[in-house]
């Protein structure tokens, strides 16, 4: 019954599916981040983006990097989306429709500028990095023992970083939530 | 003999594929059909656990408090899920009109899969492991977190303040005790030395003195943890006593306030093979998966002792359901935050402690301390925040 059909499935598509498997949660992914983009509805909008995070997370499955995309499953769909339609909930429509951002003046032409050189300044570091410079490694498999290696031995001082950073973040959070004693 | 009845399901499987395969059926249409007769299975084989559930759950429910339960509908009111079911199939489906109908129809549908999705990784038996993944646990844990969105789903689209309310609330319980969940099962996967739910079966597998079991259940830490993961189970599943988001006296019926007909009946499924899930987790990681509890019962085969010690877990959650009040919200979440996560972490550094104590006379000792000094500090506060003193009635003026 160990099924080497539902392994290969997951982890190695490119021998049963061919490119599919990875391609259709790829457009899943594009057309759900767009709608979530698009839709006036804020909460088929907070929706369409947990879509967007699912499709994520088997695109990461389908590419060999299991551990990943479960954790992005996990975060996200679990814990992100969820503080999200909880924020949503929280705040009172009419707080929704007087937007008194500084943003809120620039229009669609603005906005779109702005995306722009935003991703221009994201593809510019990314492919000025080290990184993008590498050859891509013959075979992908990402091993749960190897990343956990990794995060405890070479990454040790970054994971010990983000635990402060996030930890300092729950207690701000706490502080902020707690009622006033008389 | 008993070897054979052990293997059957694989055998059967591979005898039906090899007679496919003598036709002359190619070798990726047989990999197809085995995965369909395979998840075909599961889900037959869980469906059929939920119809006996939820009948021998008002029998035991009834039981206890001293009244006969189901008993109109076959002998002894065995063939209750047949009736209930064609009583939910045939009744109306109604959807409010100002409900988003759209997402009003997804949220069963979004509940439904991840409770059957999960079942893929669990170790049914000897080498009966339908997806074998290096991170079996995380997929677990991934996968059942869909069911927030679901019960948000359900709860936000009915446009009732009684569903958004009820789903809050769930969603705010699911969240809490999700931690302590999580870490407590991370401690089994810790001593293990994998995440895989086979792996871990293994490392619990051999008998101390040849005839006690070397379950994670019978180990300080592993005591601590299993006792923490069962009531967090209680709270994901949304039972008795954390049944609260769908409180009647106060909420209606939560998120399910406005489903009826079928769509209740999947969310009731959902619930219910979920429930199952969680306790075959729970058995995978302390009671030992499907390993006898003692040399010479291994005879019977190893996927009886799988649903066997589920069925008992489920068994137990009805009692407690049973037994103990419903809690309030706050005391729910300052539980889940105050007392339950504190005491995982215990659980976390006294299994650490056991690893490098050596796992003998020491390592009982110092794991044994590092969770119980936790629990009587923890405890004794809590029974003093909590202690019930006399209450005084006030009339408003």
Known sequence: MNCEFLKTFFTDPMKLVGEWFVILPALVLLLSTAAAVVVRNLIHAALLLTLSFIALGITFIALGAEFVGFVQLLVYV????????????LTRPDQLTKSGSALSGIGPAGGAAIGFALLAALLTFVFSSPMARKPLPASVSAPVAAIGEALMGDY?????????????????????????KP | MMALLDRAPVELLHWFLGVLGSFGVPAW???????????????????????????????????????????????????????DGIKMITKEDLVPRTADWVVHLLAP??????????????????????????AGILYFFAVG?????????????????????????????????????????????????????????????????????????????????AFIFYICALAESNRSPFDLPEGESELVAGHLTEYSGFKYATFFMAEYVGMFAICGMFVTLFLGGWQAPLPFLDIVPSWCWFFGKACFV??????????????RIDHLLAFAWKFLLPMSFAAFLSAAAWHYAGRGPLAWLTS??????????????????????????????
């Open chain 1, 78 to 89: 679990g814990a992100v989306a969820m503080i999200i339609v909880f924020a949503i909930l």
């Open chain 2, 109 to 134: 549908v979004v509940m439904m899969v991840p409770a059957l999705m999960v079942l893929a990784i669990l170790p049914y038996g000897r080498g009966m492991v339908p997806a074998e993944f290096d």
């Open chain 2, 314 to 327: 489920a068994f137990t959650m009805i009692w407690v359901r049973a037994t103990v009040p419903r809690l």
């Open chain 2, 29 to 83: 249409i047989l990999a197809i059909i085995s995965a369909l007769i395979i998840i075909g299975t599961i889900i037959g084989v869980f469906l059929g656990l939920f119809a006996l559930t939820s009948v021998m759950e008002r029998k035991i429910l009834a039981r206890v408090q001293n009244r006969y339960g189901p008993n109109r509908v076959g002998p002894f009111g065995l063939f209750q899920p047949v009736a």
């Open chain 2, 368 to 397: 044994l301390a590092i969770v119980g000094i936790p629990y009587l500090v923890l405890g004794t506060a809590f029974t003093n925040r909590f202690a019930v003193s006399r209450r005084t009635y006030q009339f408003s003026e």
């Open chain 2, 145 to 225: 977190a869909g069911t927030e969105v679901a019960v948000f789903m359900a709860g936000w689209a009915s446009n009732n303040k009684y569903s958004v309310l009820g789903a809050m609330r769930a969603i705010a319980q699911m969240i809490s005790y999700e931690l302590p969940l999580v870490i407590s099962a991370i401690v089994a996967a810790m001593i293990a030395g994998s995440l895989s739910p086979s792996a871990i079966v293994a490392a619990q597998s051999g008998f101390a003195f040849g005839f006690l079991p070397q379950w994670f259940a019978f180990t300080p830490w592993g005591f601590a943890a």
């Open chain 1, 156 to 180: 040790v001082v970054v994971l010990i970083v983000i635990g402060v950073l996030l930890t300092a973040a729950l207690v701000g959070a706490a502080v902020i939530a707690m009622e006033d």
